[in-house]
T-cell receptor
Framework: KAGVTQTPRYLIKTRGQQVTLSCSPI?????VSWYQQTPGQGLQFLFEYFSETQRNKGNFPGRFSGRQFSNSRSEMNVSTLELGDSALYLC??????????????FGPGTRLTVL | DAKTTQPPSMDCAEGRAANLPCNHS???????VYWYRQIHSQGPQYIIHGLKNNETNEMASLIITEDRKSSTLILPHATLRDTAVYYCIVSDNYGGSQGNLIFGKGTKLSVKP
């Protein structure tokens, strides 16, 4: 079974630009979660999608948004980029994200650098 | 905030068992204990999880105390490739916790030859 894939793997943007990151979950997984990882704050939850609906959201500003498609693939968007948005963005998928089925499988991440 | 407490770092000799402790004294009855690890610059890797009983898979064993206030992840024969940050997480996976795992700082395990 193919793992979680994320594209692109590396991205360099400048302040004020916007960026879209993509995540393809493991086949059959319907829950997709996004995390931001920085040296200072560690791994922080951004949001989770299930059946094309945002089910949970972390404590990030509205510049961070996402969506999920009918095939469970997900994208996240960051608008008006700031230097502090430089981070590793991780996507994880699980079968349902609920109850006993929330073991999450992570992709390799997208390394975003904002200049 | 993370509901778990882990030592910041541990060393282990290659070929020996690595025993990583985790305290979760406020765990509630329906919360699972999860273990993940992250090798440098890679995405976290799921290792194992359990609710009440001890669990074993091809990667590791999870020992949960009877009162569920602490657990130990055991890597039976550590190799250099097991050097990573290990995260212990508790979650009931309902409501605001669906699809959301709260990562703490973890334990940096260094396996030495």
């Amino acid at each position: 079974k193919a793992g979680v894939t994320q594209t692109p793997r590396y991205l360099i943007k400048t302040r004020g630009q916007q960026v879209t990151l993509s995540c393809s979950p493991i086949s059959g997984h319907r829950s997709v979660s996004w995390y931001q990882q920085t040296p200072g704050q560690g791994l922080q939850f951004l949001f989770e999608y299930f059946s094309e609906t945002q089910r949970n959201k972390g404590n990030f500003p509205g510049r961070f948004s996402g969506r999920q498609f009918s095939n469970s693939r997900s994208e996240m968007n960051v608008s008006t980029l700031e230097l502090g948005d430089s981070a590793l963005y991780l996507c994880a998928s699980s079968r349902t994200g609920t109850g006993s089925s929330n073991e999450q499988f992570f992709g390799p991440g997208t390394r975003l650098t904002v200049l | 905030d993370a509901k778990t407490t882990q030592p910041p770092s541990m060393d282990c000799a290659e070929g020996r068992a690595a025993n990583l402790p985790c305290n979760h004294s406020t765990i509630s009855g329906n919360e699972y204990v999860y273990w993940y690890r992250q090798i440098h610059s890679q995405g976290p890797q799921y290792i194992i999880h359990g609710l009440k009983n001890n669990e074993t898979n091809e990667m590791a064993s999870l020992i949960i105390t009877e009162d569920r206030k602490s657990s130990t992840l055991i890597l039976p024969h550590a190799t250099l490739r097991d050097t990573a940050v290990y995260y212990c997480i508790v979650s009931d996976n309902y409501g605001g916790s669906q699809g959301n795992l709260i990562f703490g700082k973890g334990t940096k395990l260094s396996v030495k030859p």
